[in-house]
Every structure is written in structure tokens, then in C-alpha cells.
């Protein structure tokens, strides 16, 4: 019986489809074996021995302790592209609201409250300072082609603007999703001196936390747009309150509210309302307790951050699960084992991503808790489990 440990609100219909005789989900676990959440802070949770698997409901997982993780031998997954759809329709409506001052002229409107009839000729007096420009035939730059990124991508063409797209770690999949008619460009700089509107879809870490800064304001044309839908760390606020201030940038919309970017007439926050419809909050459920299942069940890897893709056909053998650092003769050392041991393997796959590896065992013959312990003490070897 596996232990899930759900945080946040996690569709109960897609948790219903984990079996009753499989899976205990609770709240208050003390040795869960997995767990399930949303946008829950672990960061500084401790992490129970008992723990095999994280599955984060939703793309981002700067919530997760990932080094910790990785160091325990904990498998972490996300779900892309389970909410690209309702990403990307914010961000569609993000340009028109950076550009048409629909936002302003809406806010502008409730002041009318009580003015009877002069409403309409104050309308028509006023109207023109909320005038903005149409974004067909703008230049849209695009900072990651990701699922949300390749989508946007598409239906921004659809729209009649220019796309141009910049990600040097584009997946095969994404690749295969982007419309030939987006522009690719291998300069981080070209596309921000290039572009009239902005939008960002990359992950928050070490490599990406402020990478919209003074020095990337200063190549931008006057007048830009900047749709940040991602993370709010992606941009400094303090340098994005300079380029405001000095006309590079007309408007900033945001899906991630901080004081001091609050109140400001060329910033619109948005109450992190990217993934928050019914469709993607569904859709990250199922492919979250999906991952968890295949993991805990047949040992398969399948988007997780940490650990490589790995999916060995099961045919009923005895499965050995072994994680380790990723250096040479790893899998020898544990081959050597299994040989000393008279248990003969059926198959093997071995993976791996940066530092980690991970390799499927299956294997004929009684593997004991003795050999399991040797497994174990392999310098460098982070997780080891079977599955009968």
C-alpha cells in the first residue's frame, strides 16, 4: 500500500482513479511514499526516508527542494503542457490589454458612477487618451518554445503578427508544434532589439532568475510591452521601474502581484491566474497522478526535472530501481552484485540526465535484502527499490 500525501486542492475525480488497494491518500502523513501538490512550499520541509516521488500539478516547481531531491534519490515530475491552453489564452489577452489601454479605460469608466447624462459626452470627450495600438503586423518576441511558448507562438501568427522565438533548448516535441512561419533566432539580444511586444516562458532557476535587467532594457525599443506569465523572478522590478519611468517600457503585465509594482498607471497584475481554470487544473491532476503511478508501480520516468525519461516494457519480471550519480562503471558495480549473487538479468535500460542516471533492472531470481543493502552502499548510488 503506497501513502500519498496530497497538498493543495488536487481533483478528487482524477484521484479517484488510484486504485483503493494500491494507494492511501491523506493529508497528515508522517512516511508518505509519495506526494501531490500544487504550488505548496516544500522548500524547507523535511523530507521523510520513506519518500519516493514528487508530482507537482503545474509547470513550475521552484516550490521544490530539487538538490535536496536529487541527493535523496527523489524523483520530482511536473506536468508540461497539461495547462499550456489556459497559459496561453491569458497571454493572448495580456497583448491586447499592454496595448489597447482597455485596462486604464475600464477603471477610468467607474469614476462616471453617478454623472447621469454626461456620461456618454464625457465617453466621447475622453476616449482618445486610452487609445492604443493594434498588435497585427507587431513583432512578438517569444523567450521559450515550450508547449505554452510554441502555442502562443501559433495563435499570434493566426492574429497577423510577426513572431520571432528564441530558445536554444527547444524539444523535439515543441519543435514539431511551432509553425515554420516563426522566425528562430539564436541571439537572446537580436530578439529584444528586434521585438515590439515581449513574452516570457522559461522556468525560474539560477540561469534564468533576472534575466529581463538594466542591460536588457537598454537594447529594447521605446514603447515595449512585456507579458510575464511565467515567474515573477524572471525580471528585476527595480529595473523594470527605470525603463517605465524612461519610456522603454509602455506596459508590464504580470500574473505575479509585488508591492512595489502595484498601482503603477503602465503595470497591470494579474492575481496568478495563468493555469487557474477548471480545464488545466484538471489536466494537471491526471498527468500528475499518472506519473506518480507508472513510477510507483512499474518504476517508468516520464517528465521529471530531476531524473532522465525511462520506460522499460514490464513483463512480470522482479524490477530493480537503481539511482546514482552519474559516473563511470556505476552500472558495473551493480551488475557485479546481481552476478555474485546468481540472479540473472532479463533486461536493462540505463539513463541519464546531468548528474543523475537511473537504470531498470529486470532480473531472474530472488533478490534479497542482503543484496538490496550491497546495492545500497555503492559509493555514489542515491536510491535503490523493487518491485515484485
Given at each position: 500500500?503506497?501513502?500519498?500525501?496530497?497538498?493543495?486542492?488536487?481533483?478528487?475525480?482524477?484521484?479517484?482513479?488510484?486504485?483503493?488497494?494500491?494507494?492511501?491518500?491523506?493529508?497528515?502523513?508522517?512516511?508518505?511514499?509519495?506526494?501531490?501538490?500544487?504550488?505548496?512550499?516544500?522548500?524547507?520541509?523535511?523530507?521523510?526516508?520513506?519518500?519516493?516521488?514528487?508530482?507537482?500539478?503545474?509547470?513550475?516547481?521552484?516550490?521544490?527542494?530539487?538538490?535536496?531531491?536529487?541527493?535523496?534519490?527523489?524523483?520530482?515530475?511536473?506536468?508540461?503542457?497539461?495547462?499550456?491552453?489556459?497559459?496561453?489564452?491569458?497571454?493572448?489577452?495580456?497583448?491586447?490589454?499592454?496595448?489597447?489601454?482597455?485596462?486604464?479605460?475600464?477603471?477610468?469608466?467607474?469614476?462616471?458612477?453617478?454623472?447621469?447624462?454626461?456620461?456618454?459626452?464625457?465617453?466621447?470627450?475622453?476616449?482618445?487618451?486610452?487609445?492604443?495600438?493594434?498588435?497585427?503586423?507587431?513583432?512578438?518576441?517569444?523567450?521559450?518554445?515550450?508547449?505554452?511558448?510554441?502555442?502562443?507562438?501559433?495563435?499570434?501568427?493566426?492574429?497577423?503578427?510577426?513572431?520571432?522565438?528564441?530558445?536554444?533548448?527547444?524539444?523535439?516535441?515543441?519543435?514539431?508544434?511551432?509553425?515554420?512561419?516563426?522566425?528562430?533566432?539564436?541571439?537572446?539580444?537580436?530578439?529584444?532589439?528586434?521585438?515590439?511586444?515581449?513574452?516570457?516562458?522559461?522556468?525560474?532557476?539560477?540561469?534564468?532568475?533576472?534575466?529581463?535587467?538594466?542591460?536588457?532594457?537598454?537594447?529594447?525599443?521605446?514603447?515595449?510591452?512585456?507579458?510575464?506569465?511565467?515567474?515573477?523572478?524572471?525580471?528585476?522590478?527595480?529595473?523594470?521601474?527605470?525603463?517605465?519611468?524612461?519610456?522603454?517600457?509602455?506596459?508590464?503585465?504580470?500574473?505575479?502581484?509585488?508591492?512595489?509594482?502595484?498601482?503603477?498607471?503602465?503595470?497591470?497584475?494579474?492575481?496568478?491566474?495563468?493555469?487557474?481554470?477548471?480545464?488545466?487544473?484538471?489536466?494537471?491532476?491526471?498527468?500528475?497522478?499518472?506519473e506518480l503511478r507508472n513510477f510507483l508501480e512499474r518504476g517508468t520516468i516520464k517528465n521529471s526535472v530531476n531524473f532522465p525519461n525511462c520506460d522499460l516494457e514490464y513483463k512480470g519480471h522482479i524490477r530493480l530501481l537503481v539511482g546514482n550519480i552519474n559516473v563511470p562503471n556505476m552500472v558495473g558495480q551493480v551488475t557485479t552484485i546481481l552476478a555474485q549473487n546468481e540472479i540473472n538479468i532479463a533486461s536493462?535500460?540505463?539513463?541519464?540526465?546531468?548528474?543523475?542516471?537511473?537504470?531498470?533492472?529486470?532480473?531472474?531470481?530472488?533478490?534479497?535484502?542482503?543484496?538490496?543493502?550491497?546495492?545500497?552502499?555503492?559509493?555514489?548510488?542515491?536510491?535503490?527499490?523493487?518491485?515484485?
Amino acid at each position: 500500500m503506497f501513502k500519498i500525501q496530497k497538498y493543495n486542492n488536487i481533483s478528487q475525480e482524477k484521484l479517484n482513479t488510484m486504485p483503493n488497494d494500491l494507494y492511501e491518500i491523506g493529508e497528515n502523513f508522517d512516511n508518505p511514499d509519495g506526494i501531490l501538490l500544487r504550488s505548496f512550499n516544500l522548500l524547507n520541509a523535511e523530507l521523510p526516508q520513506s519518500l519516493k516521488a514528487i508530482a507537482r500539478a503545474g509547470a513550475g516547481v521552484n516550490n521544490i527542494p530539487i538538490d535536496k531531491c536529487s541527493e535523496n534519490g527523489i524523483v520530482v515530475f511536473n506536468t508540461p503542457g497539461a495547462n499550456a491552453n489556459g497559459v496561453k489564452e491569458l497571454v493572448l489577452a495580456s497583448l491586447f490589454l499592454s496595448s489597447r489601454k482597455i485596462y486604464r479605460g475600464i477603471n477610468w469608466t467607474k469614476s462616471l458612477k453617478g454623472k447621469g447624462e454626461d456620461v456618454v459626452k464625457l465617453v466621447e470627450k475622453s476616449k482618445s487618451q486610452f487609445q492604443g495600438p493594434e498588435i497585427k503586423g507587431k513583432k512578438l518576441g517569444i523567450i521559450g518554445l515550450g508547449a505554452i511558448g510554441a502555442a502562443v507562438a501559433n495563435d499570434a501568427l493566426a492574429l497577423g503578427m510577426e513572431v520571432i522565438g528564441y530558445d536554444p533548448y527547444i524539444s523535439v516535441d515543441s519543435a514539431w508544434n511551432l509553425s515554420r512561419k516563426v522566425e528562430k533566432e539564436t541571439n537572446f539580444d537580436n530578439l529584444l532589439a528586434e521585438a515590439d511586444y515581449i513574452t516570457i516562458h522559461v522556468p525560474l532557476n539560477n540561469n534564468t532568475k533576472g534575466m529581463i535587467n538594466k542591460e536588457k532594457f537598454a537594447i529594447m525599443k521605446k514603447g515595449m510591452k512585456i507579458i510575464n506569465i511565467a515567474r515573477g523572478g524572471l525580471v528585476v522590478n527595480k529595473d523594470l521601474l527605470e525603463a517605465i519611468e524612461d519610456g522603454t517600457v509602455s506596459c508590464y503585465v504580470t500574473d505575479f502581484p509585488e508591492d512595489e509594482l502595484i498601482g503603477n498607471d503602465n503595470i497591470i497584475t494579474i492575481p496568478h491566474l495563468g493555469a487557474s481554470t477548471p480545464e488545466s487544473e484538471e489536466n494537471c491532476a491526471a498527468m500528475a497522478v499518472e506519473e506518480l503511478r507508472n513510477f510507483l508501480e512499474r518504476g517508468t520516468i516520464k517528465n521529471s526535472v530531476n531524473f532522465p525519461n525511462c520506460d522499460l516494457e514490464y513483463k512480470g519480471h522482479i524490477r530493480l530501481l537503481v539511482g546514482n550519480i552519474n559516473v563511470p562503471n556505476m552500472v558495473g558495480q551493480v551488475t557485479t552484485i546481481l552476478a555474485q549473487n546468481e540472479i540473472n538479468i532479463a533486461s536493462l535500460l540505463n539513463s541519464h540526465k546531468g548528474k543523475i542516471a537511473y537504470n531498470i533492472i529486470d532480473v531472474d531470481g530472488n533478490v534479497t535484502s542482503e543484496v538490496l543493502e550491497k546495492i545500497k552502499a555503492i559509493d555514489g548510488v542515491v536510491m535503490v527499490r523493487i518491485i515484485r
